[in-house]
């Protein structure tokens, strides 16, 4: 086929693109090269619009032993033991084929963990769904569950914490974010980058198919009316030959014969082999005859551009070959010597005793354009001022009541019940709490993780969500007792092209940084997915921060439920009553407008390190993070999970009942201590700085306030319980 500027357009690269290939070539490319152009030079690999903004993200600390530009980023949690870890979007394939593409997004991230050398000991997500009254919604929300549940389940890797939420601004394009956490010694990671000379390449794993090419160009670009036409772009899961490719390549690993190892993800044989010779200074030579395909005829266009799933590419020591052949044999899986590291610097494809592709890594990876695009800067919006009749007419019980069972605030076992998160029997806190937690297999230590988003507060102005939704991340960490050491993050956002969205990334990006570099909680690994749209209209900002964090004695973790009648309840951090922008004024008020919670670093840092002060002392019975609904949601949920009551005595103040108990003040948490404790800890916030609120008693049976308001804890339940549950068996 012959190359023309129409079909350089046509595979998604811009006219001035074409013209710099051709110019660095100093030749038209051919249809293969121009294929893996495309795959190399798109948006979901070159990261061209972001790269100039992400370079700014704080990313070294003392227990982070690799940042971004690997597979996943790796922390040390002592005794020689390290967690590796990422989060990735699967956003497009999810909406054109819900459950093969959240299952795909799954497998994917969980290879990225494994071809580190660790195993997988959990999964997390982070899924936004359109309106509830929109007609895809439902089938979209089902498909993805059983996508990410029959992927996992089957892999046998629990599935312990994730974040659901709606909004309209999804209606059009879905976000399913896959999060996985893998163990590994420290001496025993591997890496990506090749080197030596004449070493084997090694392709091992499933056979190369039609499915998912051009999977990669299509997560870089709008959604239109043809959106149907896309599903060949969609990738096909096989959990069961993952779970083989898993034990074969950490049986490999145990032994000293790889040099490197990459999955072949977006734009698969493309991507890893390029990437692995430009990490290593290096050329690599391949012969297309040599991969296992499963159907015929396919052209090396067609073998290079595919994304089947389950396969991984190898650099091996000379004349390991045959001991790795049967470990993959053994395994039932293909494996094949296809090429070898050469000095060229170049990838040099053959197929058919032909060169068909032969091109400067350089001009892939570091040569791929990089752009400073125009963007607009956020104003912070003014303050709104309720009007106090417009609070008058509410019964705080019904407000309550609509609160709880909120979309975003209502219970989401429907969901994490058809997730395995028991499964290898460490999973010592299950999903609904402030974070998930598993135990390092065989000691007392355990590891927290958490994912987050907050895409209202990001879209009202996007340096403020950014900090926050890092913020968030934090205390739900802190919240179970554990210290944060590091996050990921996966940016959701529009169109890089429109400015707005790009002045959204821009700033959120300097929020995430600003707030992880504040509270030493660096950014290891990450995703951008931009092109979050169709037509014209893009998604709200959804930056999904995934945190992890070590509990050194698993015995000291913290759970959210209200342990003992009797026992007092306080709320740590300053308690201001600001409604704008919270779940009260945009559901209740109908109102929409007004600037996010003001982030104070200092105070969360303050207020959360204080809290492990007092976990660590053994003066916290229960703890759960104030966010999402207030000080009287974040109580409801305590009381629910505990099937305990609280006596609440508002403090004293100006602000009416509902900024007090709905208002949306960051860095507060909801701590439970016991009587004799509660000098001690007061002591201890006091020495601190810390501000508190004595807010009440727990008791058995009812929440009450201040004798006005009561309501049993069977009556919270259902609120909260029967939402998600009744909307799915409609």
């Not at 007609?135 to 914490?161: D, E, F, Q, S």
Request: aromatic share 6%; with cysteine.
């Amino acid at each position: 086929m012959e190359v023309n500027e129409q079909v350089a357009v046509d595979h998604g690269l811009k006219k001035d693109e074409y013209a710099k290939i051709c110019e660095l070539l100093e030749r038209t490319p051919n249809i293969t090269e121009l294929g893996i152009f495309s795959a190399m030079w798109n948006e979901h690999c070159s990261y061209k619009s972001s790269r100039l903004h992400l370079k700014k993200l704080p990313t070294k600390g003392k227990k982070v032993i690799q940042g971004p530009g690997e597979n996943a980023g790796v922390i040390d949690i002592e005794d020689d033991d390290a967690i590796v870890f990422k989060i990735e979007s699967h956003n497009h394939p999810s909406f054109i084929e819900p459950y093969q593409g959240a299952a795909t997004g799954v497998g994917g991230i969980m290879r990225d963990v494994f071809t580190m050398g660790a195993r997988p000991i959990a999964n997390l997500n982070s899924i936004h769904f359109g309106s509830t009254h929109h007609k895809k919604t439902k089938n979209l929300l089902r498909g993805v569950v059983h996508g990410i549940g029959g992927y996992g389940n089957c892999m046998g890797v629990p599935t312990i914490a994730g974040q659901t939420s709606f909004d309209s601004s999804y209606n059009g394009n879905i976000l399913v974010n896959a999060m996985t956490l893998g163990l590994v010694k420290k001496n025993k990671i591997f890496y990506s980058k090749a080197a030596g000379l004449g070493k084997p390449v090694i392709y091992v794993g499933s056979k190369t198919g039609r499915d998912g090419i051009h999977g990669a160009s299509m997560a870089s670009a709008s959604f239109d009316d043809k959106i149907e036409e896309k599903k060949p772009t969609v990738q096909v899961g096989d959990p069961f030959t993952e779970k083989l490719l898993l034990e074969a390549c950490l049986e490999l690993m145990a032994g000293d014969s790889i040099i490197a190892i990459q999955d072949m993800g977006a734009a698969g044989l493309t991507s890893s082999s390029i990437e692995m010779a430009s990490k290593g200074n290096l050329g690599i030579e391949i012969n297309l005859n040599k991969v296992p395909c499963r159907e015929s005829k396919m052209t090396p266009y067609e073998i290079m551009l595919s994304e089947s799933q389950e396969r991984m590419l190898i650099v091996l020591e000379n004349g390991k070959e045959d001991l790795a052949k049967k470990i993959f044999d053994k395994w039932n899986l293909d494996f094949s010597v296809i090429g070898k590291t050469t000095d060229t610097k170049r990838i040099e494809l053959f197929f058919d005793d032909e060169k068909v592709a032969n091109i400067p890594v350089n001009i892939l990876v570091e040569n791929s354009p990089m752009y400073d695009r125009k963007w607009k800067k956020a104003k912070l919006p003014k303050k709104n001022k309720i009007p106090k009749k417009d609070l008058t007419n509410l019964k705080f019980k019904d407000v309550l009541k609509k609160i709880l069972s909120n979309p975003n605030v209502c219970s989401k076992q429907w969901i994490w019940e058809q997730y395995d998160h028991t499964v290898m029997g460490d999973t010592i806190q299950k999903p609904g709490g402030d974070s998930g937690v598993v135990r390092v297999h065989g000691t007392n230590k355990a590891v927290a993780a958490s994912v987050d988003s907050s895409a209202v507060y990001c879209w009202a102005h996007p340096l403020t969500g950014g900090k926050q939704v890092v913020c968030e991340s934090w205390r739900n960490l802190i919240s179970v007792g554990a210290k944060p050491i590091a996050i990921t993050n996966c940016l959701n956002f529009g169109s890089p092209e429109n400015e707005e969205n790009m002045g959204e990334f821009v700033e959120c990006v300097q929020g995430i940084g600003e707030a992880s570099k504040y509270l030493n909680f660096p950014v290891v690994s990450g995703n951008v997915s931009f092109y979050n749209q169709t037509k014209e209209i893009g998604i709200k900002p959804t930056p999904a921060i995934g945190g992890v964090g070590l509990i050194k004695d698993y015995s000291k973790m913290i759970t959210m439920e209200f342990k003992e009648t009797g026992n007092n309840v306080l709320v740590i951090g300053k308690t201001e009553g600001h409604i704008d922008q919270s779940l009260f004024a945009r559901n209740i008020l109908d109102e929409k407008n007004g600037p996010p919670p003001e982030i104070n670093l200092f105070n969360e840092k303050n207020n959360g390190e204080t809290l492990l002060k007092l976990i660590e002392s053994d003066l916290i019975k229960s703890a759960h993070d104030v966010s999402l609904g207030g000080i009287i949601t974040a109580i409801s949920k305590m009381c629910i999970k505990g099937n305990k009551g609280i006596d609440i005595k508002k403090p004293k103040s100006l602000m009416n009942e509902f900024e007090y108990f709905f208002g949306e003040d960051q860095g507060r948490y909801i701590i439970e201590v016991n009587k004799d404790d509660l000098k001690k800890v007061t002591n201890l916030l006091n020495k601190n700085s810390v501000h508190f609120d004595q807010l009440g008693e727990i008791k058995e049976k009812n929440l009450t306030i201040d004798k006005k308001i009561d309501l049993s804890v069977d009556d919270l339940k259902t609120f909260n319980t029967s939402w998600l549950k009744d909307y799915m068996s409609k």
